[in-house]
């Protein structure tokens, strides 16, 4: 079906004229479009069948090794004025970005189809949810697209003829060019432009480009907030479900949170744990004054490295079918996918994820010959695109157009020492100062550095659509909108250490105990003690029957301690990062975060 909506066909006719494709597939949805674009890729080896029988209606797809990951350094916002992108983005004149780009699209579609993908970011009609058009040159992309997304003519058939309020995605892979790649957001166009990539995260553009910059752009504009956050609901024996959004760096547990398997002892009471949303969430005043979230999305784009049945069961099981595979290594024995991590038994005849070795020869070892150590067979980014409708804890209210009320939301990092398990912030004008101050410390196995402070405000510092200062504002006025109804900010930190490096708490699934008390918090069910950084449990407060021999009520105690003299460290390098890192570089850093900020040291004393 082709849209009747003019603002739509104006703007497809002219990126037609420009990309000059030889034919032109508007994308309807249907499984009989998709099974033939599946063959298509089969036939022309842009994509590889899996075994039918283990894998049902799985595929493989390779990247090239230029072209494995998100592009922070070729990712840009123009903004027409320089000072509304801020110091986190990258920033050209829209005219000169326009200029620079334009003559890469003339023709790049030559020999080539156009598929154009009207989608939908969240349930179909929701009040929540935002329309999109992506024109691509990739089969790729629209069965990524048809996984991520709500995709097809339902789309069209609910989008109004008259309205202008969609996003204009263009994308071509082009040459795979990483000399002229870009990925570039225009958000006062509410257009993306997308060119010379075909690795997921450049180029669904529903995805981070969408749901994270533009969208956060909307939101600001339109009074309501698109966040780099999971959303899980938590159900409780008597039925009642609570439900939480959380944002974390990433390396720190966020698609492990999402979809949670609670301790044995809390499965017994009858506790359950859903999944909304692994990644994304939108979130708009209710009618009732409350905040309400969907997410985004209809599926799960996962890092594959480090997921199996141990670490993340949910996740593995929502790859069982009609999955897409990128950059993880083939079983040539019998076409299924393999794994760092997945298990212990790398497959014999295992073909690396590049397909060839350095001389064009298909790998046939394991082991590397020169060094005699074994060969990472999966690239470390490799990926899984797989329907949230496969994940065996989602949620009821998945499809909800209405979405979820929240009551809690969390922040997190990854830090040995100075951050306490958990703690609550004394109201959401701290609490976005606590959001502001998200950082996490890095591994030795991610930098070579360990320990280095990375700053991620939010976790949204590659995502906020413009100035970082104003975003925070945004944030604040969110506040004094929903006053009283607000959900109540929590912090947690599931990596602290003790003074011989070992991690004090188990993390994973019996992270359920300290959700348990945050829950607690916000139905009044629990007191806290009042600390200078904000209201930390007693510790008798957190449930750890069934930890014997593991955790202690002493080892509760040292999880949940504020030490004062560590603290008064993290309040001046937080003066620094905002006065050096934002302010400094242009970013709009609202009083109050200062404020919370004197008033945090006031109370820490000298």
Known sequence: MITKNQNVLKWFEEMKALCKPDNVVWIDGSEEQLAQLREEAFRTGEMIKLNEEKLPGCIYHRTKPN?????????????????????????????????????????????????????????????????????????YVVLNMAIMTRMGDKVIEAFPDDSNDFVRGLHSKADVDPEKRYIVQFPEDNTIWSINSAYGGNVLLGKKCFALRIASFQGKNEGWMAEHMLILGVQKPDGTTTYITAAFPSACGKTNLAMLIPPEGYKKKGYKVFTVGDDIAWMKQGPDGRLYAITPENGFFGVAPGTNAKSNFNALESTKKNAIFTNVAINKDDMTVWWEGLDKNPPENAQEWTGLDVNGKEWTSQIDEKTGKKKVLAHPNSRFTAPAQNCPCLSPEFNNPNGVPISAMIFGGRRASTTPLVY?????????????????????????????????????????????????????????????????????????????????????????????????????????VET?????????????????????????????????????KEIKEMRR????????????IPQALYDELDKIEARLGK
């Open 424 to 528: 609550q912030s004394f109201d959401w004008t701290h609490g976005t100062y606590v959001g502001s101050a998200v950082s996490s410390e890095t591994t030795a196995a991610a930098t070579g550095a360990v320990g280095v402070l990375r700053h991620d405000p939010m976790a949204m510092k590659p995502f906020i659509g413009y100035n970082v200062g104003d975003y925070w504002n945004h944030w604040l006025e969110m506040g004094e909108k929903l006053g009283d109804k607000a959900p109540k900010i929590f912090n947690v930190n599931w990596f602290r250490q003790d003074e011989n490096g070992n991690f004090m708490w188990p993390g994973f699934g019996d992270n359920m105990r300290v959700l348990d008390w945050i829950i607690d918090r916000c139905e009044g069910k629990v007191d806290a």
């Open 67 to 139: 072209d494995v990951a998100r592009v922070e350094d070729r990712t840009f916002i123009c903004s027409r004025r320089k000072e509304d992108a801020g110091p986190t983005n990258n920033w050209m004149d829209p005219k000169e970005m326009y200029a620079m780009l334009t003559p890469m699209y003339d023709g790049v579609m030559k020999g080539r189809t156009m598929y154009v993908i009207p989608y939908s970011m969240g349930p179909i009609g929701s009040p929540i949810a935002k329309v999109g058009f992506e024109l691509t040159d990739s089969i």
């Open 532 to 568: 200078p950084i904000g209201f930390v449990p007693k510790p008798e407060d957190i449930n750890i029957e069934g930890l014997e021999g593991e955790v202690s009520l002493d080892t509760v105690k040292h999880l949940v301690d504020v030490d004062k003299d560590l603290w008064k």
């Open 577 to 588: 990062y905002y006065d050096e890192d934002i302010k400094a570089k242009g970013g709009n």
